[in-house]
């Protein structure tokens, strides 16, 4: 049992390592999105290490200049990247750490703040 449980972990985790990379290429916009909303669902579960997956995966979604109408993402991002990226760390360590959900959420809104345009 605990062997079954332990093979769907490792290869729940290896799929997403592997369609990481690959969603980011087809759509990084859309993919993203998917990302970022999943992070909202788990970070009202309290589930931390899925906020720190994710928060991870976001890292490779946002290939310089990726931005369409459909997309809030600041051009800031990339002019600022280093600072940006420092948020997605901060939060993966820190969801990582089992921190509590409005420690997680404060990393949301500095990022949100500063680098998503909010659309109609
Ligand atoms: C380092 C920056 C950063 C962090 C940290 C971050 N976000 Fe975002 N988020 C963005 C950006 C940029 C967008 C806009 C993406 C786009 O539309 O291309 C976004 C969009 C979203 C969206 C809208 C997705 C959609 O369908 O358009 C949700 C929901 C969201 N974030 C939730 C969260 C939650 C919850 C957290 C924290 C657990 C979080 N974000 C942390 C930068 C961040």
Not at 78 to 99: H, Q, S, Y
Request: with cysteine; net charge neutral.
């Amino acid at each position: 049992m605990k062997f079954k449980l332990l093979l769907a972990a490792t290869i729940g985790l290896s799929l997403t390592a592997i369609s990481a990379p690959i969603v980011a290429q087809d759509d990084p916009i859309a993919a993203r999105q998917a990302a970022m909303k999943a992070m909202g669902g788990a970070l009202k579960a309290g589930d931390t290490a899925t906020v720190a997956a994710k928060a991870a995966e976001l890292k490779l979604l946002f290939p310089e200049g990726s931005m369409s109408e459909k997309s809030e993402a600041s051009p800031k991002i990339w002019e600022e990247w280093d600072d940006f990226i420092a948020i997605f760390d901060k939060l993966e360590a820190d969801a990582t750490a089992g921190a509590a959900v409005p420690v997680l959420g404060g990393s949301c809104k500095a990022c949100h703040d500063n680098y998503r345009v909010k659309k109609g």
